[in-house]
């Protein structure tokens, strides 16, 4: 079955720096593309960056283009997304995400906080 589990998340001071990994597992990861997001609590869900699957094309939200980094390793079957210079406005439940089979699968989540 398809497994997504986040890690890396924790507690970082404005502009500091935090790498968030996601494991894959239960299909030929390297051919989908994956996405992490993110959601606050009383917000809508946000789509922060992707990763395609063939040649690893990325896009990120504004909020977080040149600040954040997704990229992804086939071998290890794992995404990641490295946030630099991060921000109170970041902080929230960051997950992952790939649509496999018609299906759209997530993680659990990690929780991002940033504060003084």
């Known amino acids: 079955q398809v497994q997504l589990e986040e890690s890396g998340g924790g507690l970082v001071q404005p502009g500091g720096s935090l790498r968030l990994s996601c494991a894959a597992s239960?299909?030929?990861?390297?051919?989908?593309?994956m996405t992490w997001y993110r959601r606050a609590p009383g917000k809508e869900r946000d789509l922060v960056a992707r990763i395609g699957g063939f040649r690893g094309d990325t896009n990120y939200a504004d909020s977080v283009k040149d600040r954040f980094t997704i990229s992804r390793d086939n071998a290890k079957k794992t995404v990641y997304l490295q946030m630099n210079s991060l921000k109170p406005e970041d902080t929230a439940l960051y997950y992952c995400?790939?649509?496999?089979?018609?299906?759209?699968?997530w993680g659990q989540g990690t929780q991002v906080t940033v504060s003084s």
């Open positions: 239960g299909f030929a990861f390297s051919l989908y593309a």
């Open positions: 995400s790939a649509s496999v089979g018609g299906n759209n699968y």
